[in-house]
Structure formats: structure tokens, C-alpha cells
């Protein structure tokens, strides 16, 4: 294992765009906090003090924080991409193939490597959770309560990772494998539009759909990622009074999908680097 981490560690550190793209994306974790700390966005001549809303109030705090920070996840897709493409316009993957790495040892570099930025981005957030949280809470809730959304961010990042070790192998080239995820996005939007306009059209509307009630378009792979951590604002608290943070049960089933998915995507990667002449 330590050679493997020993042979990504160098492609990594040596290539500057994905150290440029490392860094950035770790520094915007911090910045991220702290400008949520401080922003006081203005609505109709309002200003919104999000901490006095209780944004940052244990347990909601792990729910917030972590959908928030997950949009970041973009430039980790970056690095994985353009550090799996290289691989093959650089030739250093027939090179390590030649020296003797297995292609089930080259993949569980790539792996390895996905698991090690997902853990670290979530103690990043682990990090931002408890700062903020001891600075600005006012609820009495243990600081721990509400902290399984740390597995639930690590597991939206492994899906999401594996979906893209999974492009930039079956497409070979970063622009098309980033192509690859936008159209991936796109069909799922639309097989999800026309899931909830075939229920309006056979029901009773519009109006009348609920949105909590099962629809299969929610277990495709990029929307069981964003699943995983459900939006945190609660609309109608907001319009009676109530309160705008709430934290809601992490969906088991959208964990089960999740680990399915990595498996699949990971197999997936596996098939084709084997059945592949490099």
C-alpha cells in the first residue's frame, strides 16, 4: 500500500495543476467557513444573520455545513480527472504497467487516492463544524448529535469520485470525460422532469405532488450523491415562524445506493482497464 501511495504522491506533487487545484480547493473549505461566519445577506432591505437563524446550532450545523461545502467538491473532480487522463497521454501508465504494477494495483492507486481526499476533505469539514459550532451555537444538543452527515459527506464524495475515475477511463481525455459528467447530469435532470410531469399528468397535478414521496430518477447515480444530504432549509418554517434549519434523517436507502454505486463504478473501471490493450 505504501508503494502505491509512494508512486500517486509523485504524480501529483509533480504536476501543478493538481497541486494548484489541491490547495485551492482545501483553502476554500476554510474561506468557505469563514465567510459563513460573517455574511449577513440583504433581502428586501432585511439583513439575515445567519448564526442568529441558527445555521450554526448543533446538531443542524453537520447537515448545513455539509451541503454547503459539497458543491466544492468540482475542483477534487479536476485532479482526479486530469490525474487519471495524464495517465494515459503521458504514457506513464504502460510505463508502470511495464515495471511490473499489476492494473488491479494501478486502480487501487486511483481508489486509494479518492479515498484519501474524500477523508480529508471531511475532516476539513469536521474541523469547520466545530469551530463555528462551539463559536455561534445556542442550542443545548450534544456537539456530536447530527455528526453521521460526516459519513454522509464522505460518502457523496466517493460516488461522486468514482463517477469520474470512471469517465476519465472509459474516455481518455479530460475535456471528454468532463463532457461526460455534464451530459451524465443533463440526462438525469430530464429523466427526473419527465418522472415528476408523468406523476402530475396522472394525478392530480402539479400542486398536488409531494416531494418526499419515492421516485425512482432520485437513485440514479448523480442524484443519489446529492440525495445523500438533503437541502436543509425548511421553507414553511420560515413563513410561520418556525425554524429555517432543520435536520432531517439521513436516508439509509440513498447510503445503500451510494455504496452499491462505488462498487459498481469501481468495477466498472476495473473491466475496462483489463479488457483494454494499453
Known amino acids: 500500500m505504501n508503494r502505491l501511495f509512494n508512486i500517486e504522491w509523485i504524480k501529483i506533487y509533480n504536476y501543478k495543476t493538481t497541486r494548484v487545484f489541491t490547495l485551492i480547493y482545501f483553502a476554500m473549505l476554510v474561506v468557505f467557513g469563514l465567510i459563513l461566519s460573517v455574511i449577513k445577506p440583504e ?5 439575515l444573520d ?3 437563524l441558527g445555521f450554526f446550532n448543533f446538531p443542524e450545523i ?34 508502470n504497467l511495464i515495471d ?14 479518492n479515498f484519501l481526499l474524500a477523508s480529508l476533505s471531511s475532516v476539513f469539514v469536521l474541523g469547520i463544524c466545530l469551530v463555528l459550532g462551539f463559536v455561534f ?4 444538543a450534544s456537539f456530536w448529535e447530527g455528526s453521521g452527515y460526516l459519513l454522509a459527506y464522505f460518502l457523496k464524495l466517493n460516488l461522486f469520485f468514482s463517477i469520474c475515475l470512471f469517465l476519465a477511463i472509459l474516455l481518455k ?17 430530464v429523466v427526473s422532469t419527465v418522472e415528476v410531469l408523468l406523476r402530475a399528468y396522472f394525478g392530480k397535478g402539479l400542486g398536488q405532488i409531494d416531494p418526499d414521496t419515492f421516485y425512482l430518477s432520485n437513485y440514479l447515480p ?8 438533503a437541502f436543509p432549509v425548511n421553507f414553511e418554517g420560515m413563513i410561520t415562524g418556525g425554524s429555517l434549519f432543520v435536520l432531517k434523517d439521513i ?6 445506493a451510494a455504496v452499491i454505486y462505488i462498487l459498481i463504478f469501481s468495477y466498472l473501471s476495473y473491466r475496462l482497464l483489463a479488457k483494454r490493450d494499453l
Open 251 to 256: 436516508n439509509l436507502s440513498m447510503v445503500v
Open 43 to 47: 433581502i428586501g432591505g432585511v439583513k
Open 173 to 189: 481525455k479530460s475535456a471528454f470525460a468532463f463532457l461526460g459528467l455534464i451530459l451524465l447530469w443533463v440526462v438525469e435532470t
Open 137 to 140: 451555537s445556542t442550542s443545548e
Open 100 to 113: 511490473g504494477l499489476s492494473k488491479k494495483e494501478f486502480l487501487g492507486s486511483k481508489i486509494m487516492t
Open 222 to 229: 448523480l442524484n443519489a450523491s446529492s440525495n445523500l444530504i
Open 50 to 52: 445567519i448564526a442568529k
Open 62 to 95: 453537520w447537515q448545513n455545513i455539509g451541503y454547503g461545502v459539497s458543491i466544492l467538491k468540482i475542483f477534487i473532480a479536476v485532479i482526479i480527472i486530469t490525474n487519471m487522463t495524464n495517465e494515459y497521454s503521458n504514457g506513464t501508465l504502460k510505463q
